[in-house]
């Protein structure tokens, strides 16, 4: 295959060589045969398969690791595609082109699916980038493939949390001149947080009892970790936070909504520091508690946020 036709201009192709493909797991160099190509600025890799359709999760998880492995978007070649199939592609967020109409990629979407409505809320992502960038290190003006090497996430998952920052008006992003995207935000501090507020959620998902933790590491959440920040006493029982995609609710003993030595609170993103979670989601977490002097405790450690800044 010498070209691809996306949106109409047709897109010259470069065919891998055998020791490009050095380092890559043999069942995708035998499965795909890969391509370089570029549209709108943006360098991607094109993999095209000879076999049957395999599954939406497939594709993802495949992108996901060649992705990784060579820091640029993956795309899925296809002849022909029925709806179902573009649509699931399409929420696994698996970019493809099939044919010269269906058009799926992270800067166009010219297909039949009919695009999502911007989210009125940050993603689990969204926010956690956003809560990095305030409180651990600006990520202004740092490529997203050096974001995807630095953070817990995918280059695909952080692409796609920029595009959800700036849906909102909380950034805008940049590309240079080979393609490489950054973001930008136009406010910082406390600034930034009063305007991002209203789109943020609790970072708990869930909260539970146990009566033991499973070997792992687990930072200091909820009342725990306030106590750690401020003056206020420790509860009798440890909170702790698990992110919600590392563990799953039967590793943990005994887990019930009654009691128990530990109060595990399941977060939608994952802890930014290694002994407590991060002071802004923790008021997040807190900012509904009853008790007015967890208010008073919490609301030293959210001013202490601006102040060390």
């Known amino acids: ?107 166009l979407l010219a297909s039949q699916v009919k695009k999502k409505k911007a989210s009125a809320k940050l993603s689990a992502a969204a926010q956690y980038l956003l809560m990095f960038h305030l409180q651990v290190e600006s990520i202004d003006h740092r490529p997203i493939q050096e974001l995807a090497k630095a953070l817990p996430y995918s280059y695909i998952s952080i692409a796609k949390a920029v595009q959800n920052l700036e849906d909102l008006g909380l950034c805008r992003s940049r590309r240079d001149s080979v393609g490489n995207k950054s973001i930008e935000f136009g406010l910082s501090g406390k600034e930034l947080w009063e305007k991002a507020k209203p789109f943020m959620a609790s970072p708990v998902k869930k909260r539970f009892y146990c009566t033991g933790l499973p070997d792992g590491h687990f930072p200091a959440s909820g009342i725990s970790a306030l106590s750690i920040y401020s003056h206020l006493a420790p509860d009798s029982e440890q909170t702790i936070a698990a992110y919600a995609k590392d563990w799953k609710k039967e590793q943990f003993e005994n887990l019930n909504t009654f009691e128990g030595p530990y109060i595990v609170e399941f977060w939608r993103y994952p802890a930014a520091d290694a002994k407590s979670v991060d002071k802004l989601s923790l008021y997040l977490a807190l900012e509904n508690d009853p008790d007015p002097r967890v208010h008073k405790e919490l609301e030293f450690v959210f001013e202490s946020v601006w102040k060390k800044s």
């Open 1 to 107: 295959m010498d070209s691809v036709n996306i949106a109409g201009i047709s897109i010259p192709l470069r065919t891998w060589s055998k020791d490009e493909l050095k380092g890559l797991p043999v069942i995708y160099s035998f499965s795909y045969r890969f391509y370089d190509f570029s549209f709108r600025g943006s360098q991607m890799i094109l993999l095209e398969s000879g076999k049957e359709h395999s599954t939406p999760t497939a594709y993802r998880k495949a992108a996901d690791r060649i992705e990784e492995r060579f820091g640029r978007p993956i795309v899925f070649y296809f002849d022909n595609l029925v709806y179902y199939q573009r649509k699931r592609l399409v929420e696994h967020g698996v970019y493809y082109i099939c044919g010269e109409r269906d058009v799926f990629l992270p800067m």
